[in-house]
């Protein structure tokens, strides 16, 4: 298993969120989020913001279904330039995956655990 972390521009989330649910990805977890990477500051007007709004989209997947995600992500959430085609606009986001060793559904009380070799297993924990 493993766990995308998106965070892309808000206006964009929802269709992100509709482009992956027509996959059959619907689980996941959606934040409002603050932060900068290349554009540093934004001005309107005299205010200057340093933190700018973004959500992030938590989202585990089985391996085999990462790929597919990330692409959808990355394209959904991309601005396009005209002057620029293929190429998004500075801001439009990040995607980091990390791997998922164990996941635990409360009410259930199901447990998936990654072990190097074997598949997750399932069950009540012992």
């Known amino acids: 298993m493993k766990m995308i972390w998106a965070i892309i521009r808000p ?7 509709d482009a992956l649910e027509k996959t059959g990805i619907s689980a996941m977890t959606r934040m409002n989020v ?5 554009e540093t500051e934004l001005m309107a007007g005299l205010v200057n913001y340093s933190e700018i709004p973004k959500e992030m989209l938590m989202i585990v997947l089985p391996d085999i279904d990462v790929a597919r995600a990330v692409r959808i992500i990355s394209t959904v959430a991309k601005t396009w330039q005209k002057e620029n085609p293929g190429h ?11 791997y998922v060793d164990d996941a635990h ?4 009380a199901e447990n998936k ?3 190097p070799g074997l598949p997750a297993t399932t069950g009540p924990p012992v």
């Open 113 to 115: 655990k990654r072990s």
């Open 105 to 108: 559904t409360i009410r259930t």
């Open 11 to 17: 206006e964009y989330s929802q269709r992100v969120i």
């Open 88 to 98: 998004g606009a500075v801001g439009d986001g990040k995607i980091f995956v990390t």
């Open 34 to 38: 603050t932060g900068h990477g290349a």
